[in-house]
Nanobody, 122 residues
Framework: QVQLVESGGGLVQAGGSLRLSCAASGRTFSGTMGWFRQAPGKEREFVALISGSSATIYYADSVKDRFTISRDNAKSTVYLQMNSLKPEDTAVYYC????????????????WGQGTPVTVSL
């Protein structure tokens, strides 16, 4: 079993930056890792993912050129550097990990974190 623990969320002004981290514990994790988010009253949506080798990286169009996903396999940790944050980025951000076929949906994810809130104020 893999447990995912997110950290790094918080309150930031528009235009600011935050860095989210997600550590996989239980065993070394070499599969795909990524991030989703869910804003109040909305469905969970894909943000970014990175394959085990880092050869494949996908971003949602809404965050491309502002967010950067990376990973440290030695630490089984994935990061999401979020720059130029906008109020519409406000959401609970969830880390996901899995070995399924990579898509921008949720079907590849086998494990989920508890979420970390991000609030972007004007």
């Amino acid at each position: 079993q893999v447990q995912l623990v997110e950290s790094g969320g918080g309150l930031v002004q528009a235009g600011g930056s935050l860095r989210l981290s997600c550590a996989a514990s239980g065993r070394t994790f070499s599969g795909t890792m990524g991030w989703f988010r869910q804003a109040p009253g909305k469905e969970r949506e894909f943000v970014a993912l990175i394959s085990g080798s880092s050869a494949t990286i996908y971003y949602a169009d809404s965050v491309k050129d502002r967010f950067t996903i990376s990973r440290d396999n030695a630490k089984s940790t994935v990061y999401l550097q979020m720059n130029s944050l906008k109020p519409e980025d406000t959401a609970v951000y969830y880390c996901a990990a899995g070995y399924g076929r990579i898509t921008k949906g949720t079907t590849w994810a086998d494990y989920w974190g508890q979420g970390t809130p991000v609030t972007v104020s004007l």
